[in-house]
């Protein structure tokens, strides 16, 4: 690192830049911001106060990463950037390879951005032809999509800045989200052309290896709990994230306070808008602490949200939560009484089609999209909430799962969030009066049966399973005994000219010698005759010789073809099969009545009886059975997604809309 010693343009008294990257220094006396072009210094001017922030960074701290891929660094500079809604600083950080970087901080997560070549094939889009939600792909670098685009001021420096800029002059940039996690901002500094490009990473502070974080542990410490009084009713008021919060609303009076800059420890507020009672009633206790699904919460604020359908209003409750140990932000969110739980995503890694949008291999279907508004705040935000503000939300839904799209004016956000059941809100935060039933059926409600359906399913598949098992065991197992097998002459009779019909008939009946049916039972009986474009029918009946029990049945055998218009076709079937069933054991005889058409009956039938045979349909009826379970689980399934899908924006015509319907039923 080069160190290199000059005299203030401005003021004579001596300046330092640090570092090869070092292309401004602010002067410690004056706050001249002197750059140096070569041998020459020149004053750009003169860089205002720095506002207190709560960064736990300072110019002149060293780093030794942990993190891979970081080289150790020292922190030679501090640029203070503000917008109409917030002043934030970006750490100007020199490697010990000589290269440079930016340490940022955003919503408690810290990103390490480093300068790479702008992309150029394709380029980057200007400042003016750039959107929100635009999706770049910028070639080797891979794929983007655009999550803020803004203009902001640079208010002032402290040390060594990379660029030279006059201060108080505006910069444009927008921030990317890459498909792989990444973050990337393209500067354009005051002029609508791209200047630099940076792309980095997230990594956690105690990776970063920065010495002497003081300031921070201050920070944390005195995060802890801040307590005020509210200017307009006199109310104690606790704080749970004074170090980030910017806005509170009494939950006494429901006034609307601005924090002063530097976070609500330097307690000076501010009423923005005076009211005498809470505009809506939580149904959380906001300051209230619990855990949920693992992981530990602060319940920090409270926004009633409202989208008008048709001319109907529908109103919804969003609840901010911080996650007291990544300190990150996240949401649960009450419609109708069906519970979400909601975190913030990569815009990057979400990938939109018509009505679809993919994120980490699931597929969610387009459910809705709607203007919403904030109808009222409770409680502290760490933004400028306000009043009437709107966002074009678009939610995709693979319940439980949900995803969404949240379109500001300068900023395009993604979050998922996964249904909570009540009773776990209820249990995470000791609620002492149960919350409301939920009413309808939730965007992203799962089907209530869905874990008792395949527990159900499962059990099916058992029973099924070993209907099988049994049929095919009893199959192997069955005593098959052929307990009567005959062939019949029926040439005699049948075709005397000289008898009737019904002389031939009888005169064809046999009655059998008695046999034995070893085994109670299914008697398999089977008629097998050389029918040749004619048929026979046999009437036969079961007699049981002790009790006169008789079992009726008919066989038939019957065989036609021929040649029609060229095409040779054949019907019936020679052989048949039918089944008695629940013969008792016993001694029987067989009476069989042969009839036939006169003069064309085939030479004789074979008839052959077994008993202990299995039948096939027993086993087909159980599985038939085993499937109305199924049938009736498809169908309530089926009625409870029509439900919900009324709600949605493919309701075809009547109403639904919003998250939450409080205005109709
Ligand atoms: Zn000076
Ligand atoms: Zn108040």
Known sequence: MSSRAANCPSCGGEVLFHAGSSVVTVCPQCRSA?????????????VAELVPTSSPFRVGATGKPKAQGLKPFRIVGRLQLSTGEGTWDEWHVSFEDGRYGWLAEAQGTFWVMRPLAPPSNPPAPDFTQIALGQRLDFGAYGHFTVTDRRQALYASAEGDLPFAAVPGSVFMY?????ADGSLATLDYGDDPGVDAFFV????????????????????????????????????????KDPANTVRVACTYCGSVLATPEGGASAEKFEVLARLQKVPFKPLLPLGGEGTLRGLSY????????????????????????????SEAYHWLVESNGHWTLVAGIAAGEVSTAPRLAVWRGTRYRHFQSTTARVEAVLGEFYWEVKKGETTDVSDYIAPPRILSEEKYEKEVTWSEGSYVPKEEVEKAFSLKAPLPAPEGVGSNQPWPYAESSRGFMRMLGLFAGIAVFLFVFFNIKADRKVVYQMRHDLTVAANDP????????EALTVVSEPFEIPHSGNIEAMIDAPTDNTWVYVGAVLLEEATGQAYGFGLQSDYYHGVDGGESWSEGSRSRTVYVGHVPAGRYVLRLEPEMEKGKAPPYYDLRLRSGVPRMSHLLIVLFLLLFGPIALGISKARFEGRRWAESDYSGGSGGGGGGSDDDE
Do not use: F, H, M
């Open 34 to 46: 002197v750059s140096r072009k070569g041998a020459r210094l020149e004053s750009l001017g003169t």
């Open 174 to 178: 927008a921030d990317l989200s890459g």
């Open 200 to 239: 980095g990473r997230q990594v956690q502070l105690d990776d970063l290896g920065v010495e002497g974080l003081e300031g921070w542990s201050q920070r944390k410490v005195s995060a802890k709990a801040s307590s005020l009084n509210c200017p307009a009713c006199g109310a104690g008021l606790q704080l």
């Open 298 to 325: 602060a319940i920090l604020g409270a926004v009633l949200k409202a989208c008008t359908v048709d001319g109907v209003n529908y109103y919804w409750r969003e609840y901010l939560l911080k996650e007291t140990k």
């Open 498 to 505: 000289t008898l009737s019909p019904d002389a031939a008939s």
